[in-house]
């Protein structure tokens, strides 16, 4: 008896210290638990707090990009120089010399006039033109007409120059911040939305830069590149995962696929530029070119994102079709296809959100030229957003900084819609098994 009790005891606290081990690990293991779940929302919270600052940034920079400055000048549509046989040459940049010769009768001197004259936009001919264009009645009338800035007055206006600063370490004289001043004094300068940055094309002119051009050299190579890239790859994907033998070639099909996906983008400019302009002489900086390497760059994302939508679709899904009858066609394009078909589209619009962002494969094939008219078609000499804030980034204007904010912005708010639509796609057909 006393040995049972003895047992007794001792199996009693071999129980209890094994218990005592297994709880001390159970809090270890909570207590790592936590640990990590504290590191995600850290690291969650870094990221979102990076990307906030980062709008933060590139708002505040190219926030003032979308108001420009206007000067009013009462501007004399003198009959002399504007000519029914000459409206569209006639002289309307001597009109605003004039109209500031008026409200400035004290400048005399020809560097003085120069000083002066570059004061307002050499763009506001442009606006007098078209003014005159569409309402000849202007013709022999005076009109007060609000004329875009030069883009240093602008830059005055919206505080970025200081005028503390000695003269020569400004673009403005002292002369010219006193004609500003003036021109302030008696209301003919005023802040206005810049409707030229979302309606002209590139200029060399600050005040006169929009991105309707690049946006829609951006819009057409698009449409290439979706027009192409999406039926290949969903057939490629389709033959692959339904259809092809498994062997080694399938197999070293699929590893250069996925090895292509992983390839730098400018490779596929230079593979581009070697081929569809060296090889076969198509039209250099056109959307067409820009497509076709594009395409070429998606189709290994768009490949993987759709096989990975019809591996996603249930077994039992191709063995009831197949089993009332159906053939394999009939089972892939009735069955299987229309089920895999909302994956596919979220992952060709990821591509196409990766494509709309890239600059390197472009500027290889030419899009980097300095494109002023907006293109037309397909085969129209044209540039994309990227490369158009690659192109304004590098200018040393004050006014192209702050347009260069501004364009991200709108190449952001591209990406940021494109990302949307995949979401609200998968939402809306996605199919929980």
Do not use: C, Y
């Given at each position: 008896m006393n040995n049972e009790k003895i047992f007794d005891i001792t199996s009693t606290k071999e129980r209890e210290r094994t218990l005592d081990i297994v709880n001390r690990g159970l809090d270890r293991r909570y207590r790592a638990e936590k640990r990590f779940r504290l590191y995600g929302l850290v690291a969650i919270g870094a990221s979102l707090v990076f990307l906030s600052l980062l709008f933060i940034s590139i708002g505040a920079k190219g926030y003032s990009a979308l108001f420009q400055t206007f000067i009013k000048l009462d501007v004399f549509f003198d009959p002399q120089v504007l000519r029914q046989d000459s409206l569209a040459t006639a002289n309307y940049q001597g009109l605003v010399k004039s109209t500031l010769r008026d409200i400035f009768p004290e400048v005399k001197g020809r560097r003085d006039k120069r000083m002066l004259y570059s004061l307002v936009s050499s763009g506001a001919s442009f606006e007098l033109r078209d003014l005159v264009l569409s309402q000849q009645e202007v013709i022999g009338e005076k009109r007060a007409v609000w004329l875009p800035a030069d883009d240093d007055v602008d830059m005055l206006v919206k505080g970025h120059i200081n005028r503390g600063v000695p003269e020569g370490e400004r673009r403005l004289k002292d002369k010219q911040l006193v004609w500003i001043d003036k021109l302030q004094s008696e209301k003919r300068?005023?802040?206005?939305?810049?409707?030229?940055?979302?309606?002209?094309?590139?200029?060399?002119?600050?005040?006169?830069?929009?991105?309707?051009?690049?946006?829609?050299?951006s819009i057409f190579t698009l449409l290439i590149t979706l027009i192409l890239s999406f039926p290949i790859g969903v057939a490629a994907a389709v033959y692959l995962e339904e259809f092809a033998p498994k062997n080694r070639w399938t197999d070293l099909i699929e590893v250069n696929i996925n090895n292509l996906a992983a390839v730098p983008s400018i490779v596929f400019g230079l593979l581009g530029l070697a081929v569809f302009l060296n090889f076969f002489g198509l039209p250099r900086s056109a959307p067409l070119v820009g497509g076709l390497v594009l395409t070429l760059m998606t189709l290994p994302t768009i490949i993987i994102a759709s096989r990975s939508a019809l591996k996603s679709v249930p077994p039992s899904i191709r063995?009831?079709?197949?089993?009332?009858?159906?053939?394999?066609?009939?089972?892939?394009?009735?069955?299987?296809?229309?089920?895999?078909?909302?994956?596919?589209?979220?992952g060709t619009i990821i591509g196409m959100a990766r494509a709309l962002g890239e600059t390197a494969p472009l500027l290889m094939i030419g899009m980097v030229a300095f494109i002023v008219d907006i293109p037309a078609g397909f085969t129209d000499p044209s540039t994309a957003l990227p490369v158009q804030i690659f192109l304004w980034a590098d200018s040393p204007e004050r006014g192209f900084m702050e347009r260069t904010s501004a364009a991200i912005m709108v190449l952001l708010a591209f990406l940021i819609t494109m990302n949307a639509a995949a979401v609200i796609l998968r939402k809306k057909f996605e199919r929980r098994w």
């Open positions: 300068i005023e802040k206005k939305f810049n409707r030229t940055f979302f309606t002209a094309g590139d200029s060399r002119e600050p005040e006169l830069a929009g991105v309707w051009g690049a946006t829609v050299g063995e009831a079709a197949l089993g009332v009858g159906a053939s394999k066609m009939q089972m892939v394009a009735h069955h299987v296809l229309p089920l895999a078909l909302p994956g596919m589209l979220t």
